[in-house]
């Protein structure tokens, strides 16, 4: 089963504007971690936040983690058509790893 | 290094068939693993090494499907018989360290089972 569960499925944002994907999930964890892939590409890492951080950040994306709610999420800000990809959350529990569904987000110019 | 490496990029073959992926880890990870990619399932974890050694092959599917990896630089996943089910793309990833680790992706393989 997939841990990991992401919101939205779908996400489609116009060039410039921020784009918020959330992530939740069911048992405690060590940590979680964003990953995107573009089209027809293997997957690439992102960020990772350990469960005792409450935020992360790298460029142009912040990831939260609120360990009561069980739930991550990936911001990117002032979005660009190149961000158009899919992104994934991937927890770690217990060294299993489960990756969620996915959101795939579209960014027009 | 040029990452991961993954043989062949696009796999197209008939049921019953043997299938063998291959994957080359980024040299001096000690972890690898394989995953499945399907519209339906998403992306499953199937087995993954460390040092060379299958530590958690419950991702397995079934019996049809094997991995080995007789050395740090070179890992298989074999599927025999293929099936129309089989049919996805399959990426290996390797790290240093388990999962509280970066994984670095392969650009996988598309398997295509008629």
């Known amino acids: 089963s997939q841990q990991g569960e992401e919101d939205p499925q779908a996400l489609s944002i116009q060039e410039g504007e921020n784009a918020t994907m959330n992530c939740s999930y069911k048992?405690?964890?060590?940590?979680l971690q964003w990953y995107r892939q573009n089209s027809g590409r293997g997957l690439v890492h992102l960020i990772l936040?350990?469960?005792?951080?409450r935020e992360k950040h790298s460029g142009r994306l912040r990831v939260t983690l609120d360990t009561s709610k069980k739930s991550s999420s990936l911001l990117i800000t002032a979005s660009r058509a190149a961000d158009t990809a899919s992104y994934f959350c991937a927890t770690d529990q217990n060294n299993d790893m489960r990756f969620g569904a996915g959101t795939r987000l579209t960014v027009k110019p | 290094d040029a990452g991961v490496i993954q043989s062949p990029r696009h796999e197209v073959t008939e049921m019953g068939q043997e299938v063998t992926l291959r994957c080359k880890p980024i040299s001096g990870h000690d972890y690898l693993f394989w995953y499945r990619q399907t519209m339906m399932r998403g992306l499953e974890l199937l087995i993954y090494f460390n040092n060379n050694v299958p530590i958690d092959d419950s991702g397995m599917p079934e019996d049809r499907f094997s991995a080995k990896m007789p050395n740090a630089s070179f890992s298989t996943l074999k599927i025999q018989p293929s099936e129309p089910r089989d049919s996805a793309v399959y990426f290996c990833?390797?790290?240093?360290?388990?999962?509280?680790?970066?994984?670095?992706f392969g650009p996988g393989t598309r398997l295509t089972v008629l």
């Open positions: 990833a390797s790290s240093l360290g388990i999962f509280a680790n970066e994984q670095f």
């Open positions: 936040i350990r469960s005792n951080e």
């Open positions: 048992t405690s964890i060590n940590n």
